[in-house]
Structures are given as C-alpha cells and as structure tokens.
C-alpha cells in the first residue's frame, strides 16, 4: 500500500494481510486464511464465524439474513 512517498506493509495494520488497498481494506490474506470483510480494518481469519459465507474467492461475506448462522452462497 502506497502512503504518500512511501509504501507501508499491509500487515501492519491488519496481520495475515498479504495485499491490501488501504488500512482498512485488506484484498488478500497469507495461504489458509480468509478476509472477513464485514470487519473494520478487515481481519484474515481461519474460518468465516456465523453470520457469514466463503464466497471462494478467499472472502467471509455476511448472509443477508436476519439471525441466519450459516448459509453458503448461490
């Protein structure tokens, strides 16, 4: 991530984070982790927590429905 005239390493502000478009946004994380992007700056995590889907594009996506643990996209 560029920042002015010097580039910073996303993972300072989010760990796990290999590529990222700004602090809070991280595009993606090291092999094995996932982006959980309803999180503010986003998190790389293991595993999507409820609430949310693996969109097979390495992101965690929230359901879109109300009280709904589990869901898969599609």
Known sequence: ???G?????CSSHMPNCTKC????ECTACVDGKLSLKIAT???CVGTC?????DNDNGQCLECGVENCKKCKPG
């Open 21 to 24: 478009t700004s602090t809070t």
């Open 5 to 9: 005239n010097f580039c910073e390493k």
């Open 1 to 3: 991530m560029q920042n």
């Open 41 to 43: 700056p986003d998190k």
């Open 49 to 53: 927590p409820d609430g949310t889907y």
